[in-house]
């Protein structure tokens, strides 16, 4: 039997300050925060759901031995691009409405499924953040 990864469950970021960040992609992203039930003496785990995935936020000071991560847990070293159904302008107008600044775009990329127009920001950490719709909306 081969092995076939078929979806994307969910992702870790390495942040700075929690609270920051969950913030960040509530209001700019429209993502929703669910925090972990915690084990005695364990600090909440903080999540963000979008559609079928979510983020964990894991603070970068959270020691390998609390939370099992990659190797080089480093805050600001993502790039991530995300999918909406808004046109680029409507994405500029939206972030620029939360003070997001536009760090390129719009432009054309190649997404998983097609043409993209993607708009590029930066997160609170520095973490690249490409907001795309396909430009064929039937994808």
Same mark, same amino acid.
């Given at each position: 039997? @081969? ?5 994307? #469950? ?7 300050? %929690?609270? %920051?960040? =969950? =913030? ?12 972990? #039930? ?11 759901? +979008?559609? $079928?995935?979510?983020?964990?936020? $894991? ?8 939370? +099992?991560?990659?190797? @080089?847990?480093? =805050? ?5 691009? +995300? ?17 997001? =600044?536009?760090?390129?775009?719009? %432009? ?32």
């Amino acid at each position: 039997m @081969n092995l076939k990864v078929k979806a994307l #469950d969910h992702l870790v970021i390495n942040v700075l300050d %929690v609270e %920051v960040s =969950a =913030a960040w992609y509530q209001s700019v992203l429209g993502m929703t925060r669910h925090d972990s #039930d915690p084990k005695p003496g364990e600090k909440p785990h903080t999540s963000l759901k +979008f559609g $079928r995935q979510k983020i964990n936020l $894991r603070p970068v000071t959270t020691s390998k031995e609390a939370w +099992f991560t990659a190797d @080089n847990a480093t =805050a600001g070293s993502n790039d991530l691009c +995300f999918l909406t159904e808004s046109n680029p302008d409507a994405v500029i107008t939206h972030l620029g409405a939360h003070g997001v =600044a536009i760090e390129k775009g719009p %432009v054309q990329k190649q997404g998983a499924l097609g043409a993209l127009l993607s708009v590029y920001c930066r997160d609170p950490d520095g973490n690249l953040i490409e907001i795309s719709s396909y430009a064929d909306s039937s994808q």
